[in-house]
T-cell receptor, first 115, second 113 residues
Framework: KAGVTQTPRYLIKTRGQQVTLSCSPISGHRSVSWYQQTPGQGLQFLFEYFSETQRNKGNFPGRFSGRQFSNSRSEMNVSTLELGDSALYLC??????????????FGSGTRLTVV | DQQVKQNSPSLSVQEGRISILNCDYTNSMFDYFLWYKKYPAEGPTFLISISSIKDKNEDGRFTVFLNKSAKHLSLHIVPSQPGDSAVYFCAAIYSGGYQKVTFGIGTKLQVIP
């Protein structure tokens, strides 16, 4: 079956711009989580959605937002981009009601570079 | 405040020997732990997990040990193979609620042929 699909794979944006990243989870998975990966910081949790509702939010500024659609696809938006937002953004889906138990399936990520 | 700590940023091991990756956690509410492996340019891949009711879980060459009193877990890979060279992330969850999965910063394992 198809895995978690993230688009685009690579993105270059200018400071001050905004960006939208997309994630299509595995069919049947209702939980979608977003993580930011930077060197030395590991995987930092952004937010998690389940059945179109945000269940959890990490410690990121309000410039980072997300949503989930009725088909479980999710989007993440970052407004007023800063150089420090350059990172690999990973989406993970899970079937479990308790997200993550049993293991996430991650997408390959979107590499965002802010110049 | 890092609740899941992987204090070794890197580890080099000879092929065929044992690799031991360590992870410590501070939140006593965590009751479910996972290990993920990540190759460059790919997303992390789930490897193995353990519930806090167990102290060991084995899957082929991979074994995870949990010491709840020490809030410590470790991943053993025996025997290590060059294809195991990757970044390994330890993760923890409180499964009793809709809690986020908390990851460590990762340990880069290099298996030398």
């Amino acid at each position: 079956k198809a895995g978690v699909t993230q688009t685009p794979r690579y993105l270059i944006k200018t400071r001050g711009q905004q960006v939208t990243l997309s994630c299509s989870p595995i069919s049947g998975h209702r939980s979608v989580s977003w993580y930011q990966q930077t060197p030395g910081q590991g995987l930092q949790f952004l937010f998690e959605y389940f059945s179109e509702t945000q269940r959890n939010k990490g410690n990121f500024p309000g410039r980072f937002s997300g949503r989930q659609f009725s088909n479980s696809r999710s989007e993440m938006n970052v407004s007023t981009l800063e150089l420090g937002d350059s990172a690999l953004y990973l989406c993970a889906s899970s079937r479990a009601e308790q997200s993550g138990v049993g293991g996430y399936t991650f997408g390959s990520g979107t590499r965002l570079t802010v110049v | 405040d890092q609740q899941v700590k992987q204090n070794s940023p890197s580890l080099s091991v000879q092929e065929g020997r044992i690799s031991i990756l360590n992870c410590d956690y501070t939140n006593s509410m965590f009751d479910y732990f996972l290990w993920y492996k990540k190759y460059p340019a790919e997303g992390p891949t789930f490897l193995i997990s353990i519930s806090s009711i167990k102290d060991k879980n084995e899957d082929g060459r991979f074994t995870v040990f949990l010491n709840k009193s020490a809030k410590h877990l470790s991943l053993h890979i025996v025997p290590s193979q060059p294809g195991d060279s990757a970044v390994y992330f330890c993760a923890a969850i409180y499964s009793g609620g809709y809690q986020k999965v908390t990851f460590g910063i990762g340990t880069k394992l290099q298996v030398i042929p």
